[in-house]
């Protein structure tokens, strides 16, 4: 099976999170069919068949993808690949480290 990039495997989850976000809100057709289509692309690129197994299969290989993973996809820092703690926390959440998913610096 071929394996999805763990950073376009970062661009989908975080585009996942968006638009699921955004179709609580609304109920606008477009919103509906992008989210249909991400989540076909992730479970796809996961090789998943519903989206809560994409969504950990993804948040796996992200954090295998990250230099220094244990087993767990765990590092020394207790953060996983994308810098989150452990706990389940993402979509918008700040790292440990003050720096947003994009890299940014968060405002205190």
Same mark, same amino acid.
């Given at each position: 099976m071929l394996m999805a990039h763990p950073a376009v495997l970062a661009r989908l989850v975080e585009e996942y999170e968006t638009v699921a976000r955004l179709?609580?809100?609304?109920r606008r057709d477009a919103v509906r069919q992008r @989210?249909?289509?991400?989540?076909?692309?992730?479970?796809?690129s996961t090789g998943?068949? $519903?989206? *809560?197994?994409? @969504?950990?299969?993804?948040r796996e290989r992200m954090s295998a993808a990250r230099p220094g993973a $244990?087993? *767990?996809g765990l590092h020394a820092d207790g953060l996983?690949?994308?810098g989150l703690h452990p706990d389940g926390v993402?979509?918008?959440?700040?790292?440990?480290?003050g720096v947003d998913a994009d890299g940014a610096p968060t405002a205190a």
């Amino acid at each position: 099976m071929l394996m999805a990039h763990p950073a376009v495997l970062a661009r989908l989850v975080e585009e996942y999170e968006t638009v699921a976000r955004l179709r609580a809100g609304e109920r606008r057709d477009a919103v509906r069919q992008r @989210l249909e289509d991400v989540v076909y692309t992730l479970c796809v690129s996961t090789g998943t068949r $519903d989206i *809560d197994a994409a @969504l950990v299969s993804a948040r796996e290989r992200m954090s295998a993808a990250r230099p220094g993973a $244990d087993a *767990d996809g765990l590092h020394a820092d207790g953060l996983h690949a994308d810098g989150l703690h452990p706990d389940g926390v993402h979509g918008g959440a700040v790292r440990a480290d003050g720096v947003d998913a994009d890299g940014a610096p968060t405002a205190a």
